[in-house]
């Protein structure tokens, strides 16, 4: 019996060390290698997020013990690699895979964003707000529910219909119980949850959650802001480029101009603006 057991812990030991070199192998073969957080991701996100990915990019979900011994084996090779290990560490593991750059990768994963349950504690970026109409609930309980957080809620042709949109938490304030358990109630998931990506290695570096997690609408917002100004101040300091040119001639033109009608010089083209002036 002992020796049926020792001979089942050997079998799932090398189970382990394979898959553990298996995905070593993968590992190393990546362009970039992202370590994702579970503990607050349901497994329907991660069959979005499955389905939202091209075929450059998959998730690898395994024991947590598996994946320490793949980054730690793949760093053998990159040792770059061993920025991962304390992520991997502090979480409840997945790995992702890609030939794609970690910032598109995360960009994917904030666009696959899944509606989630109030949790007591939890804390709002906008207003909670419980629209109102027919509930769908029949007359009960419930309606004592609704109105210990202060919904104006009364039973209207069978069932609970709340009266006027009314706010029940709002931003920057924490979830009560009682708001949580009313939520469910009503069926309504007020906050989104996205997979959360602790780290990513690319290239031999390593790139934080913060620093993955930018904003593409408000980067092309500046970068457009910075061709602005930089076009301007090109022109301003009448520094000739491709783009520039059309726009200094024109200055130019202009000025000359001003200064013919100022100087009452008439050299053909100027007539026009010289006798307008003096008309003026």
């Not at 013990?65 to 560490?89: F, H």
């Amino acid at each position: 019996m002992a020796r049926m057991s020792e001979d089942r812990v050997s079998e799932a030991k090398k189970k382990k060390i394979s898959q553990a070199e298996e995905l070593a192998g993968r590992i190393s073969q990546s362009r970039s290698v992202a370590v994702v957080d579970l503990k607050t991701t349901p497994g329907s996100h991660i069959s979005t997020l499955r389905k939202a990915f091209s075929g450059e990019t998959s998730i690898v979900v395994r024991k947590k013990a598996v994946i320490e011994r793949a980054v730690a084996k793949a760093a053998e090779k990159e040792p770059t690699l061993s920025g991962l290990e304390q992520y991997v560490a502090k979480a409840q593991p997945a790995l992702i895979l890609s030939s794609a750059s970690p910032f598109k990768v995360q960009s994917t994963i904030a666009k696959a964003k899944v509606p989630a349950r109030a949790k007591t504690g939890r804390v709002p970026d906008r207003d909670i707000v419980v629209p109102a109409g027919d509930t769908g609930l029949p007359p009960g309980p419930a309606i004592g529910d609704l109105q210990k957080i202060n919904l104006p809620a009364k039973i209207q042709k069978g069932k609970i219909v709340v009266e006027k949109e009314t706010v029940v938490t709002k931003a920057g304030e924490p979830v009560t119980k009682d708001v949580a358990d009313a939520l469910i109630r009503l069926g309504l998931e007020p906050f989104e949850t996205q997979m959360n990506v602790l780290a990513a290695w690319n290239g031999g570096i390593i790139y934080t959650r913060e620093i993955l997690a930018v904003d593409e609408a408000q980067v092309f917002g500046n970068f457009m802001q910075a061709h602005s100004w930089a076009f301007n101040l090109a022109v301003e300091v009448a520094y000739t480029t491709q783009d520039t040119v059309e726009a200094l001639v024109k200055k130019a033109a202009l000025i000359a101009a001003t200064v013919a009608i100022e100087t009452k010089t008439v050299p053909g083209e100027n007539v026009s603006a010289v006798l307008t002036g003096a008309a003026k």
